[in-house]
């Protein structure tokens, strides 16, 4: 319970941009409700930047205040820079996450990732 | 934590100590500390000490003191059984029966001692998590030596149809032994009635000090020693006495047999209470174990779409604190072997909640759970990629 720090808790408990985008340009799923984590991420994508992230999940509060972040961290940057977001970058401006939940939140940028991916192969020219 | 908004909803986990529990014990620690294996009159203090608790034990479930072992918790009580119950009498056989809603410390142990030649018959229980008397009579066999079902599940609630499956292991000849953990200062538990041969129990569920707990074994039932070294616990259980834990177990179990009646009767109330304002409340949400044969305090129940860990931050942060069976929140990252079991799936598994109410709960505890929940599961469910709803 005491295992989260303030800054994960705070994105926990109000984490930004949770929903999901009508006619997203990317759409990114991992994870399944065996394992206890399911992520998707959307993504609105404007002169190569991403012009909007939203995102919705199923787990535990190290799940969410990671997706939470990841949407922080990615919007506004160009794909490129997204997709140089790393779990372990995640992890670092969360302030730490517990070692046994480090499994589970390593889905956020991965979600991010496949969103922009998915956004790619419908725009090949890019 | 302890501020008034504090609701306590943990009690299958652990229970406060009652203050009598506390007064019993403090002398144990502050004046009578020799070791009660010394001859001297510091250690006869403390040896009474330890018998005057061991009759009370004893009592609250029919026993004779002499067939008392005290143990450091119900996982040592239920490893000793098992172990110490197959080891000693595997010249008659090695098969062993038990039940697929068993607390950990049977299933480890029993993996072990398969690895070790002996063979387990697991059985399936149905939705409600009993167990089917008559699978464990199919399940028998020449070699069969120790039936282990536990009274009641300590997650689920289920209090299982203990008489008929010791009625059934009597008729082989085959030891009973059953892990009352969850029941036994709880409910009404004597193991002459209920047919049991072994019985582990703990103190911290019933309101006494944690590593403190026993088990029950029949006069004339062969158990090789668990702790070696010296005589304490007649040899079977080495290893200088707890004597405050001892000491406090014996008062929670005075003090459970007097008054188990009357907190029943209001524990119930409360329970029903919470129940109906949770169904009436919340949509999709699943009641689990049996209505008609469940713990006082009980309440588990699975929100659908939704992750446990999350429910019960959430309710951490209104002072609400509850339990879950969901792979997140446990250390071994699995979901809850009884939510599997009783045949909910992965996922509703995974929102599993356990409110355990205990003696010094309220009314006004249960209204405020009542009135914070369905926000928070709705909250989660909006976030969440699996409700269309």
Known sequence: MFQYNEKVMDHFANPRNVGEIVNADGVGEVGNPVCGDMMTFYIKVKDGKLDDVKFKTFGCGAAIAVSSMVSEMAKGKTLEQAMQISNKDVAKQLGGLPENKLHCSNLGADALHKAIENYRQQHKEI | ?389
């Open chain 2, 1 to 389: 934590m302890e501020n008034k908004n504090f609701i306590y909803l943990d009690n299958a986990s652990s229970t406060k100590a009652d203050d009598r529990v506390i007064e019993e014990m403090l002398p144990f620690i502050k004046e009578h500390y020799g070791n009660p294996s010394s001859v001297h009159q510091a250690g006869a203090d403390v040896r009474e000490g330890i018998e005057n608790a061991r009759v009370k034990v004893s009592e609250l479930i029919g026993a004779n003191p002499e067939e008392i072992y005290f143990t450091s918790c119900g996982s040592e009580s239920n490893n000793f059984a098992l172990i110490g119950i197959a080891e000693a009498n595997q010249s008659k056989g090695r098969h062993i029966i038990t039940s697929a809603i068993e607390h950990l410390s049977i299933l480890n142990p029993l993996k072990d001692l398969q690895k070790k030649g002996y063979e387990a018959s697991i059985l399936t229980v149905d939705k409600d998590g009993f167990v089917n008397p008559q699978d464990i009579k199919k399940a028998i066999r020449p070699d069969t030596i120790l039936i282990s079902i536990m009274h009641a599940n300590n997650e689920i609630g289920t209090i299982q149809k203990i008489k008929e499956i010791s009625e059934i292991a009597k008729s082989a000849g085959v030891i009973f032994h059953s892990d009352g953990v969850a029941t036994a200062g709880i409910i009404e538990l004597d193991v002459n009635e209920l047919g049991m041969d072994a019985l582990s129990f703990s103190s911290q569920q019933m309101y006494g000090p944690k590593g403190s707990a026993a088990l029950y074994v029949r006069k004339g039932v062969r158990i090789k020693p668990f702790i070696l070294g010296g005589v304490q616990e007649k040899g079977r259980r080495a290893g200088t006495e707890n004597a405050p834990g001892i000491a406090g177990f014996g008062k929670a179990c005075e003090i459970a047999k007097l008054e188990m009646k009357s907190i029943n009767e209001r524990l119930v109330i409360l329970r029903d209470k919470l129940i109906k304002g949770i169904m009436d409340n919340i949509k999709e949400v699943t009641l689990n174990g049996s209505m008609e044969s469940r713990l006082p305090g009980n309440v588990h129940v699975s929100f659908e779409y939704i992750e446990g860990e999350s429910i019960v931050l959430f309710l951490n942060m209104q002072g609400i604190t509850v339990a879950t069976g969901s792979s997140c929140a446990s250390q071994a990252l699995k979901v809850s072997h009884v939510c599997t079991s009783i045949g909910l799936s992965q996922a509703t598994a995974q929102g599993s909640i356990l409110f355990s109410i205990g003696k010094y709960n309220t009314e006004a505890d249960i209204e405020k759970v009542i009135e914070v929940l369905p926000p928070i599961i709705d909250k989660l469910r909006k976030m969440s990629p699996l409700y269309k709803g």
